[in-house]
């Protein structure tokens, strides 16, 4: 794995921490940021990428949302809110780094999941994201299904 994509990791799981505060507590985005630069070890962590993960996410929320809320069988308010926060990132990542593979942002979707989330959850993100995924990046998927991989 690539300096580049250890930093991006760990950029995940930064915003994921601060989002979930975010959502659970409806905190401000700046104070949150600045409280996590002040308090937590980014020093592995791409900062730049973290604050564009924690500040892009509330302020396209309701576009991230409405492109979950069709791929879900419940209310997005009604899943853990570990669960809910790692499919706005990667819904994110999705709809806006095209430099990066679908299939890398589903599978640290997964991961960030495994560590933080419910038992199984990995297993619903998953399947959630797969669905986006062919939405979002329909032309990318039909490609990796056309080549048999």
Not at 91 to 116: G, W
Request: aromatic share 6%.
């Amino acid at each position: 794995m690539s300096n580049q994509s250890q930093q991006r990791r760990q950029s995940r799981r930064r915003a994921l921490q601060a989002l979930y505060q975010w959502d659970i507590a409806d905190g401000d985005v700046r104070d949150i940021d600045a409280q996590f630069l002040a308090t937590q070890d980014m020093s592995k962590a791409d900062v730049g990428y973290f604050q564009e993960l924690l500040h892009a996410i509330p302020a396209e929320l309701s576009e991230i949302d409405a492109s979950l809320q069709g791929c879900l069988d419940r209310e997005l308010s009604r899943l853990d809110p570990i669960e809910r926060n790692v499919l706005r990132i990667a819904t994110h990542e999705l709809r806006a780094r095209h430099d990066i593979p679908y299939r890398v942002i589903i599978n640290e979707a997964v991961e960030l999941t495994k560590i933080f989330g419910a038992e199984q959850g990995h297993k619903y993100v998953n399947g959630v994201l797969d669905a986006v995924a062919q939405q979002l990046r329909s032309n990318e998927t039909a490609a990796q299904i056309n080549a048999g991989s």
